[in-house]
């Protein structure tokens, strides 16, 4: 199973299937705002499902008028949460210093719609899934939280959420999934665009995804 998913996660930036299955695991790590600080990591996480999986679960919301009512409210869970800022700068690795303030901003801004759109358009159809929690380490404002998602076939995918305190709340900065790291992937993918091409074609490219 580890070989078959890491060979799928190499194409995530351009393969649907991947990414999906990459932003069910987010879902375990967003909306901390409604938590208090002196709540651990796993605790945090598992208030976060409950809250994730009861929206998508709420058959009002589920009608085809209600679609994009549901992703709004989506949106405004994930993108407080995240720190998206960070996880764009780890996934350009050496050229994020190379760009402009302005670049950057605009390549955060790219970065967290990538991940949100796919992330709200597919998030209901993920809401059986059942969520175990494994092991929690925190040291000072770092914080792993291993968990295992189990699908309605019991098959199971083991995943590794990192996060960090920013502003005295836990928020994400990789996702490891099968000792497959997002942002090493998604820097690797980017790499190879930027070596190919440009920076400028790497954006344009994200762009295209979202029209």
């Keep these: 199973m580890r070989k078959h998913f890491a060979n799928k996660a190499i194409s995530m930036m351009f393969h649907h299937r991947v990414v999906a299955v990459s932003l069910l695991i987010l879902c375990s ?16 996480v598992r208030a ?9 679960k709420n058959p009002n919301l589920k009608l085809p008028a209600q679609k994009k009512d549901l992703q709004a409210r ?11 800022a960070e996880m ?6 050496p050229h994020w210093g190379r ?12 970065f967290a719609e990538l991940l949100g759109r796919f992330y709200a358009g597919r998030i209901e159809s993920y809401a059986s899934q059942n969520v175990a929690y494994t092991r929690e380490v925190e040291d000072k404002n770092y ?10 076939k019991r098959e199971k995918v083991s995943i590794n959420d990192k996060l960090h305190s920013v502003d005295k709340e836990w928020r994400v900065y990789d996702l ?3 000792d497959i790291s997002i942002i090493n992937n998604y820097r ?18 994200l762009k295209e995804k979202q029209s």
């Design 74 to 84: 989506l949106a405004e869970i994930i993108y407080p949460r995240f720190d998206f």
């Design 176 to 178: 490891v999934i099968e």
């Design 99 to 110: 760009r402009t303030p302005e670049e950057q901003r605009e390549f955060v801004k790219l």
């Design 143 to 152: 914080a792993e939280v291993d968990t295992t998602i189990v699908s309605d």
């Design 48 to 56: 976060t499902v409950d809250k994730v999986f009861g929206m998508v």
């Design 188 to 205: 690797s993918q980017f790499n190879r665009v930027i070596a190919r091409s440009s920076f400028e074609e790497l954006v344009r490219m």
């Design 29 to 44: 790590v967003v909306s901390f705002g409604a938590l208090s600080r002196a709540a651990g990591p796993t605790e945090q």
């Design 88 to 93: 764009a700068k780890r996934s350009l690795g």
